[in-house]
Nanobody, 123 residues
């Protein structure tokens, strides 16, 4: 059974940092794209960052320069380092993977999802 398990969420003050982790089990995603999405209350789930197997990273404009995505294929884990957090970053953050090496921003094109981890940024 394939599972993506996120961790690292929590409550932080504006300007602070958090590091999210997503550990995959059941299969390797070393040749496929993995990404982070987020969903704030009352809003649609949106793309945050993604990485293809070649190490190319893609970011939403709202987080570029503040968030950094990395992956450790040996551990089948991806990380999202979030710095200079803002109250508008408050959301449930989801890890996702798809059976393709291409990073895309559409949620429907990701087959595997984690359960989500809450990130709350206080002002």
């Amino acid at each position: 059974q394939v599972q993506l398990v996120e961790s690292g969420g929590g409550l932080v003050q504006a300007g602070g940092s958090l590091r999210l982790s997503c550990a995959a089990s059941g299969r390797s995603f070393s040749t496929e794209a993995m990404a982070w999405f987020r969903q704030a209350p009352g809003k649609e789930r949106e793309f945050v960052a993604g990485m293809n197997p070649y190490g190319d990273t893609y970011y939403a404009d709202s987080v570029r320069g503040r968030f950094t995505l990395s992956r450790d294929n040996a551990k089948n884990t991806v990380y999202l380092q979030m710095n200079s957090l803002k109250p508008e970053d408050t959301a449930v953050y989801y890890c996702a993977a798809r059976s393709s090496p291409a990073v895309v921003t559409k949620t429907a094109l990701y087959y595997y999802w984690g359960q989500g981890t809450q990130v709350t940024v206080s002002s």
